[in-house]
């Protein structure tokens, strides 16, 4: 129902900043509690960051508060992920993802929670 496609990674150095993107399809994005998760070789995927259906509630791990801010934008059918000061550990692909329509928003550290993902956007860090 829902298709997610992520946008903005790259190669930065340590310091630097990027914006990710995240499209999604559909009339119906202000019902799904939407997040950030990443990946680095050899982890585990973890939460980044989440903003609930209105943009109301926002969640950031503590590895990036103070360096990070999600927003959505609605009316485009748009979430974003602002990273700043990045460090090399940083470094992984990140995943946007949706919630399930029914999901609370209080749910959002469950990754199970999560119905929809995009293919990610890889971003790597350099000392």
């Known amino acids: 129902q829902v298709l997610l496609v992520e946008s903005g990674g790259g190669l930065v150095q340590a310091g630097g900043s990027l914006r990710l993107s995240c499209a999604a399809s559909?009339?119906?994005?202000?019902?799904?509690?939407m997040g950030w998760f990443r990946q680095a070789p050899g982890k585990e995927r973890e939460l980044v960051v989440a903003i609930s259906k209105a943009g109301l509630r926002t969640y950031y791990a503590d590895s990036v508060k103070g360096r990070c801010a999600i927003s959505r934008a609605n009316a485009e059918n748009t979430v974003y992920l602002q990273m700043n000061s990045l460090k090399p550990e940083d470094t992984a692909v990140y995943y946007c993802?949706?919630?399930?329509?029914?999901?609370?928003?209080?749910?959002?550290?469950?990754?199970?929670?999560?119905?929809?993902w995009g293919q990610g956007t890889q971003v790597t860090v350099s000392s």
């Open positions: 559909g009339p119906t994005f202000t019902h799904y509690n």
């Open positions: 993802a949706a919630q399930s329509r029914a999901s609370a928003f209080t749910q959002f550290s469950q990754i199970t929670e999560y119905a929809y």
